[in-house]
């Protein structure tokens, strides 16, 4: 089968390896689509990490065989998965328990589950309550999910800050009450208009950037939540901690290591899809084949108009694992 392994800061190579044989307790999904998350962007350019690597972990397929101790999976079923690895290939092997059935309206190439869990987790966690007033900084792919959800939780209002027209222009689309293109407008001024001088009840940064960070306390009310759902990388982040101490903010640190916890938050997800109340298509707006990978990274870093979500697309010419 192929698989794309990470050899240097902006290259992969297609290899060609054995399909995994699912252990007893194992399901053999046959890879339709996967990902690009933006927490293995510093990876692909170099600036974190070592080689070579096979990373991609959002996986959404169909059931292609069964460890001899699985019980009610079929093959040709759609799942979505969770995986820590080894996801841009043809096939990927998972424990049985990790796999989620994907409902019928939802086409495996849309089912990135796994980044929907960390979204609601990330909103349960931080409590939206109704009628908040809530800002989101940052409408890349996970702002514009934690939009949609914390939507659903009846905020009263939901500020999304971006510098990209397109990205806000989703935005509205997507449950944004105010949007604000921050090289254009202070937030806070905006804030506080839509707030009438009081803040956010919670503010979450998706941006994974220290100059998020700077910016979320001056917009959010004292006794208020910050939430960091951005992945920081790279050089240690600097925060206005005197201010922060003085407002005394609810700090939450939305990032979930514990499986139990991600497989609920993939349930949630699962539900919500399948009931229509949350929406996938909007947001998967560049598609690459596996050949093409390298484009799929260099794509999701320079982030051309219009760009959301790139995912790469595993064209199957048999059915046959072998």
């Known amino acids: 089968m192929r698989l794309a392994e990470l050899q240097a800061a902006g290259r992969f190579e297609v290899l060609d390896v054995p399909v ?3 252990r007893p307790d194992e399901v053999l999904v046959e890879v339709a689509a996967c990902g690009v998350c933006a927490s293995e962007l510093s990876h692909w350019t170099g ?3 070592s080689y070579p690597d096979r990373i991609g972990h959002e996986v959404a397929g169909r059931v292609a065989a069964v460890g001899s101790q699985v019980r009610g999976w079929t093959p040709g079923e759609a799942v979505a998965v969770w ?3 080894s996801g841009y290939a ?3 092997r998972v424990h049985a328990s990790y796999c989620r059935r994907l409902p019928p309206e939802v086409p495996p190439t849309l089912g990135l589950v796994e980044p929907l869990a960390c979204a609601a987790n990330a909103v349960e966690l931080a409590d939206v309550r109704l009628a908040d007033d809530v800002v989101v900084v940052g409408a890349g792919f996970m702002g514009l999910l934690v939009t949609q959800l914390v939507a659903l939780r009846g905020a009263r209002s939901v500020v999304v800050a971006d510098t990209r027209p397109d990205a806000l222009a989703l935005a509205s689309r997507l449950g944004a009450t105010r949007t604000v293109d921050v090289g254009q ?3 806070d001024q905006a804030v506080a208009e839509v707030t009438g001088g009081a803040g956010a009840d919670t503010t979450f940064e998706v941006t994974g950037t220290q100059a998020a960070l700077e910016t979320i306390g001056e917009v959010t009310r004292m006794s208020g939540s910050l939430v960091l759902v951005g992945f920081h990388q790279g050089e240690p982040r600097r925060v206005p901690l005197e201010h922060w101490n003085w407002m005394a903010f609810d700090l939450v640190n939305a990032h979930f290591r514990e499986v139990r916890t991600i497989m609920r938050g993939m349930d ?3 539900a919500l899809l399948a009931s229509g109340q949350l929406r996938m298509d909007p947001l998967v707006t560049h598609r690459f084949e596996l050949a093409d990978i390298d ?4 794509t999701a870093v320079e982030k051309p ?3 959301v979500k790139a995912v790469v697309e595993v064209a199957h010419p048999t059915a046959d694992p072998s």
């Open 20 to 22: 995994p044989e699912p």
């Open 47 to 49: 600036r974190s990490g």
């Open 83 to 85: 995986t820590t690895g």
């Open 90 to 92: 043809e096939y990927v």
């Open 185 to 187: 407008e202070p937030l």
């Open 268 to 270: 949630v997800g699962m």
């Open 295 to 298: 484009a799929a990274f260099r």
């Open 305 to 307: 108009p219009g760009f």
